[in-house]
């Protein structure tokens, strides 16, 4: 490949959205990977995923435990309630120096725990309470997620209609799936696709699967406008 042919494709590999992938509870990047790596090469080919490990040890058993293998993380620690939390700032400051490192990123993509708190950065990010020294978040693809309940958080994250494009996976079964559909509210014109699953990264169908293309073509197009 000369050199010309080499920066035209780096060029083309640049306009594929990039994304920092947050993964669920006690789970790790890995295993995120892995249950992304269920969808079609269609999509898989038009991204560029970045999967992370969060900061702490998992702090109890993983409903993941004999499924996938150890070792396995939390993003932060809450109460029974949900609306208190632990290690919250500290998870919020590990995340911005991934992203200061292994940056830009164009987008989150969040599943459970980690949708939970992709959602909310955009909001936190506007408010200036997180990620203020990389980029600002455009893309969001939430799967399994809801609210920040902690109220001062809630307050900041939600204070504001989120305008980034954002794609969220509601499943039928799912133990989150009303608090998914409240998410919604946060959010101008968000995508959504529905399955019949529980809490978890689900396969694409033939319903789903258009949506998420029309919503990968749509990202594409706006990356490629801003590096042109």
């Known amino acids: 490949m000369g050199k010309q042919e080499e920066q035209n494709q780096q060029k083309f590999e640049r306009k594929k959205p990039r994304f920092l992938c947050l993964h669920g509870f006690r789970t790790n990047g890995q295993i995120m990977k892995t ?58 400051a590990y995340i911005e120096d991934y992203m200061i490192e292994h940056g830009p990123f164009d987008g989150l993509l969040g599943f459970s725990q980690g949708a939970i708190l992709s959602a909310a950065l955009p909001g936190l990010q506007a408010e200036g309470v997180a990620l203020t020294k990389v980029p600002k978040i455009n893309f969001l693809i939430i799967i399994g997620g809801a609210k920040l309940k902690e109220p001062s958080l809630a307050e900041k994250a939600y204070s504001c209609s989120i305008r980034c494009p954002s794609l969220h996976f509601l499943g039928e079964t799912d133990f989150l799936k009303p608090y998914g559909t409240e998410l919604l509210e946060s959010f101008v014109d968000p995508v ?37």
């Open 192 to 228: 959504v696709i529905h399955h019949p699953k529980g809490h978890t990264v689900p396969r694409l169908d033939e319903k789903g699967l258009p949506t998420m293309l029309n919503f990968v073509e749509r990202i594409q197009k706006a990356v490629t406008r801003n590096e042109e």
């Open 35 to 92: 249950q992304i790596e269920k969808w079609p090469p269609s999509v898989l080919e038009k991204l560029d995923l970045v999967f992370v490990d969060a900061p702490f040890p998992a702090n109890g058993k993983s409903d993941v435990e004999g499924i996938f293998d150890p070792p396995y993380y939390e993003w932060f620690q809450f109460n029974k309630e949900f609306t208190e939390y632990t290690n919250f700032d500290e998870c919020l």
